[in-house]
């Protein structure tokens, strides 16, 4: 089985750290994805990439970036958290892009005071 | 830009009632996915549609791709608590790289 894994499963971080999400995942998957999670909001698409150090921005790139450094590892950072970033962030990789399933991780959910 | 929109945002039922959750598409998509996401889980696979009118079925789930590949619909028959959750239809974006996901349909459902 396809597992990812998040490195945190709860954050608490002050406004104005940096803050670093890490995903993991062991299928060798070309592709990688951050979404974030609101409530009525659905899931919206941060970043994503398709190999290593390629990435390209989602539908709300605005105050993340995000490092691909090794096939199997994407991470999420925020350069100055605030509180409107408090979210349930959730990873998930594929084998291929928008035309193969995706597997996601079990979420992190960040709250910034 | 590309939106994929699902209604109703909610639904309660009454188990053994059936439940419908529609998805719809501003552009034509080459395949259509759903997933399932539990209270205080994480969303998970449930089955992708391919064709023009594909109808495929799990059980009591029962899966549409509408015939202009826009729209989609997933029908459980007889609903039981155990089909709590989210139910999201997700779809490749215009590129093809990425999923767009729409904002789901939660189900509750009392016994």
């Known amino acids: 089985d396809v597992k990812v894994t998040q490195s945190s499963r709860y954050l608490v971080k002050r406004t104005g750290e940096k803050v670093f999400l890490e995903c993991v995942q062991d299928m060798d998957h070309e592709n990688m994805f951050w979404y974030r999670q609101d409530p009525g909001l659905g899931l919206r698409l941060i970043y994503f990439s398709y190999d290593v150090k390629m990435k390209e921005k989602g539908d709300i790139p605005e105050g993340y970036s995000v490092s691909r450094e090794k096939k199997e590892r994407f991470s999420l950072i925020l350069e100055s958290a605030s509180t409107n970033q408090t979210s349930m962030y959730l990873c998930?990789?594929?084998?291929?892009?928008?035309?193969?399933?995706?597997?996601f991780g079990q979420g992190t959910r960040l709250t910034v005071v | 830009g590309q939106q994929v929109m699902q209604i109703p945002q909610y639904q309660h039922v009454q188990e053994g009632e059936d439940f419908t959750t529609y998805c719809n598409s501003s552009t034509t998509l080459s395949n259509i996915q759903w997933y399932k996401q539990r209270p205080g889980g994480h969303p998970v696979f449930l089955i992708q549609l391919v064709k023009s009118g594909e109808v495929k079925k799990q059980k009591r789930l029962t899966f549409q791709f509408g015939e202009a590949k826009k729209n989609s619909s997933l029908h459980i028959t007889a609903t039981q608590t155990t089909d709590v959750g989210t139910y999201f239809c997700?779809?490749?974006?215009?590129?093809?790289?990425?999923?767009?996901f729409g904002k789901g349909t939660t189900l509750s459902v009392s016994s």
């Open positions: 997700a779809g490749p974006n215009q590129a093809g790289t990425a999923l767009i």
């Open positions: 998930a990789s594929s084998l291929s892009t928008g035309n193969t399933e995706a597997f």
